[in-house]
């Protein structure tokens, strides 16, 4: 069974600095997608940025970009420059390429202060 | 920017009760989504809907729980005879292809407590 786990239930930062949320993975599948979702305090959930497993290079969207280490089974989410609209709960979550559902990690709440 | 939408957005109801939540998916979208969220707990895949029929299921989406789409726009989850551990955030999601070729986009959810 595919698995996500990300181990920081609460991360902050200031205002301009960057953070890293972690997330680590299980499966035995070799072909898979990889996101991270962001869920501001208003509810919906939102694509931050997306992996594909195949693709050795490492996704970018302006100030987000990951890590992925397919050996590692790791996919960590940086913050560059980060801003107070970027306050929200974080999900990392999986899916194989022959499935529908995506597994979401249990969330990182992340504050940036002033 | 075309954006799922869900009604109600909070709903009581009384153990028993039925319940239909609604979505309206992105307009092109063919894959349709229920997630839920249990307060404090990990978002959950409950089902993935594709040509009128349910494509994927999880353990969860157990006789109590059904899905359709009553016409052309909206997508709806019933709950026949809701439990009190069916209290949850639910999500409606949809994407133009599925199995993450594609992105799937959520709706703001229905939060559904039961009594």
């Known amino acids: 069974a595919q698995t996500v786990t990300q181990s920081q239930p609460e991360m902050s930062v200031q205002e301009a600095e960057t953070v890293t949320l972690s997330c680590t993975y299980d499966t035995s599948e070799n072909n898979y997608y990889l996101f991270w979702y962001k869920q501001p305090p208003s509810r919906q959930m939102i694509l931050v940025i997306r992996q594909e497993a195949y693709k050795q290079q490492n996704a970018t969207e302006n100030r987000f970009s990951v890590n992925f280490q397919k050996a590692a089974k790791s996919f960590s989410l940086k913050i560059s420059d980060s801003q107070l609209g970027d306050t929200a709960m974080y999900f990392c979550?999986?899916?194989?390429?022959?499935?529908?559902?995506?597994?979401f990690g249990t969330g990182t709440r992340l504050q940036v202060f002033p | 920017e075309p954006e799922v939408t869900q009604t109600p957005s909070h709903q009581v109801t009384q153990m028993g009760q039925e319940v239909i939540l609604r979505c309206v998916p992105i307009s092109n979208h063919l894959y349709f989504y229920w997630y839920r969220q249990i307060l404090g707990q990990k978002v959950e895949f409950l089902v993935s809907?594709?040509?009128?029929?349910?494509?994927?299921k999880s353990e969860i989406f157990d006789d109590q729980f059904s899905v359709e789409r009553p016409d052309g726009s909206n997508f709806t989850l019933k709950i026949r005879s809701t439990k009190l551990e069916d209290s949850a955030m639910y999500f409606c999601?949809?994407?133009?292809?599925?199995?993450?070729?594609?992105?799937?986009?959520f709706g703001p959810g229905t939060r559904l407590l039961v009594l």
């Open positions: 979550a999986f899916t194989a390429y022959n499935t529908d559902k995506l597994i």
């Open positions: 999601a949809s994407s133009e292809a599925s199995g993450g070729v594609e992105t799937q986009y």
């Open positions: 809907f594709y040509n009128n029929e349910i494509s994927e």
